[in-house]
Structure formats: C-alpha cells, structure tokens
C-alpha cells in the first residue's frame, strides 16, 4: 500500500458475511445491532463490496472479523480466508486477524500461522462477545506471540451494540470490556501495541488516563458518529492525545461517508485532523510513507511536538 494515494485510515471494519454465504454473527445479534445503530445500508458486505467502497473514497480499511464462537456457539468466519482474499486489495485493505482466546495454546499457534502465513497485521478482541477479562494471565501467551511480531492488538471497550435490547444482553457482560482490564495488558506488555476501540463509554476517563499514561496504547473513535463523542474525548484528541488517536468508523453499521461527514463538523485543530484520519494510522500500522511525506511528518511531528509542550505547561499551571 502507498500511503500518498489514500486520503484516511478506517481502523474499524468488520467483515460480517464470506464468500460462503456464511455470517459472522446469528441472525437475532446482526439485527439487534443494526437496531441499536439504525444501520439502513447493507449490514452484512462482503470483502470485495467492501474493498470497492473504500478504494472509491480513496480510504485505507483495517478488515476483520471476531472469532467468539466458544462463548456464542455460533462458527467464526475465517481468518484465514479474509487475510488471504485480502492480498488481492492490499492497495487499501489491511487485513486484521481474530482467534478465540479460549483456544489456549491452539490460539497461540493460529496466531502465529496467521502472521506468518497470511499476513495478518495485527488481531481484534472483543472481550465481552468473546466472553473473557483481557487480564487474565490464562491469555498471557497469546499478547506474548503478538508482541514478539510486532504487531498490534484492538481491543473493543465500552458499550457494545451487540446484544443490546434484548433480555439480559443475550449475556454478553459490559464488565469484560473496561478499559481498565486492558491497562493491566498494556502494562506487563510494554512492547505490544494496544488500541482501545471506540469511545469506551462509560468508561471515558479510564481510556484517555490510560491511552495518557502508557506510550505503547491507542484510541480509535469507531463506533460513534463525531458529533455525540463524550467532551473530554474531544478535548484529550485535540491536545495531548492528538498523537494517540485514530479514525475508525464501525464499517457497516456506520459508515465511512457519514462519520467523514460529522467529523468535519467537530471542533478539531485543522493541523491534528490529518493526525488523526491518517498519519497516526501510518505509523501504528507501519506503513512506509514516501520520502517526501516523511519528511512532511517529522516537520509536523516536531510542530506539535511543541505544542503538546505548551498544553503540559498549560495543564501544569
């Protein structure tokens, strides 16, 4: 992938149906989902669709799907097969891999196969659809074999809208998806790189102190339409936390066009807005930029590395 032909980086997009006809969730979550999210569009895309929406917005798509099925009993979609299908669009799909952290060591090795073999960027964990506390030192082998390469965990938080109004939340557990859980991970695991996913309502204030506090945890603002992000969000994005942000939509529950839409009408610094739609994106995936735009990152990097400085002292006095 080039990094100068695409305008923005979603790190949200699920991969809800396969080339089978298969569908990563039952029928009774998808419609509860796209209840909760008042999803008109297609809920359940398939990777092609998928690719040819984003490469006609000129936006990159972080593409994944989410293995619960020790938790739901219903079977994952492949990993395996979305990473491989994938490669036929790696001009603007990255793929994202998933395994049950119930697998215990059968996870680890999947894992690994999936970096290694197909070329998997990085894995999504849903703790509570997975039904799991990520701080569980059961699961520590798996952030372990990630971490060794080098590639990055996502991490739902907060509210989910799977499940949602329907009696006992079809038991998926809130609990299992406070940030909190994640601040544990984020701190035995220095080198592995943690996005906490959404805005982790009602949890906010743990996600910005933890995303803060750690240098190897990320944001992405997936999930919610810009104009109803929690304030503090929006202040922590635009000030100490404008390196540690990321654009994320929740592909295809909410679309790309329309957050695209409501973030150009929040109160962002025109300078963190390129920040936050690509160039943190570049760097947490590891996209190499061309020489000329390298050269432009480092000059804005050092331009808000003083004004992050300026926010300190502010925050200071």
């Known amino acids: 992938m080039d990094p100068t032909t695409i305008d923005a980086v979603d790190m949200h997009v699920h991969v809800e149906q396969d080339g089978h006809g298969c569908f990563a969730l039952d029928r009774e979550l998808l419609d509860a989902s796209a209840a909760y999210f008042k999803a008109d569009q297609d809920r359940t895309p398939t990777l092609e669709r998928i690719a040819a929406h984003y490469r006609a917005r000129r936006t990159a798509a972080v593409v994944f799907t989410v293995d619960a099925s020790a938790a739901t009993g219903h079977p994952a979609l492949s990993s395996e097969e979305i990473a491989d299908a994938a490669a036929a669009h790696a001009d ?88 909190m859980l994640i601040d544990d991970v984020a701190a035995d695991f220095p080198e ?24 190897n945890v990320y944001i992405d603002l997936s999930g919610w339409s810009p104009k109803y992000f929690p304030p503090q969000l929006v202040r922590a994005a635009n000030s100490m936390l ?23 009408r929040l109160d962002i610094k025109d ?20 020489t000329a735009t390298a050269t432009e990152n480092a000059t804005a990097t050092a331009t808000d590395t003083d004004t992050d400085t300026d926010d300190t002292n502010a925050r200071r006095v």
């Open 242 to 264: 404008r390196h540690k942000v990321l654009f994320g939509s929740d592909y295809p529950v909410i679309t790309p066009e329309r957050w695209l839409a409501d973030f150009a």
């Open 271 to 290: 300078e963190v807005r390129p920040l936050i739609l690509k160039e943190n994106a570049i760097r947490v995936l590891g996209l190499a930029p061309t």
């Open 192 to 215: 592995l790189t943690i996005i906490l996913a959404h805005p982790s309502v009602p949890w906010q204030d743990e996600a910005i102190s933890i995303a803060t506090h750690k240098a």
């Open 92 to 179: 603007i799909l990255v793929p994202f891999g998933s395994v049950d952290p119930h697998g215990g060591r059968a996870a680890v090795a999947r894992a690994r196969r999936l970096i290694t073999r197909h070329g998997v960027r990085g894995f999504k964990f849903h703790p509570s659809l997975q039904g799991f506390d990520p701080n569980d030192t059961r699961f520590y082998p798996l952030y372990e074999a990630l971490a060794e390469a080098g590639v990055p965990a996502l991490f739902h938080t907060g509210q989910t809208g799977i499940g949602a109004g329907l009696p006992g939340g079809r038991g998926i557990k809130l609990r299992h998806s406070n940030p």
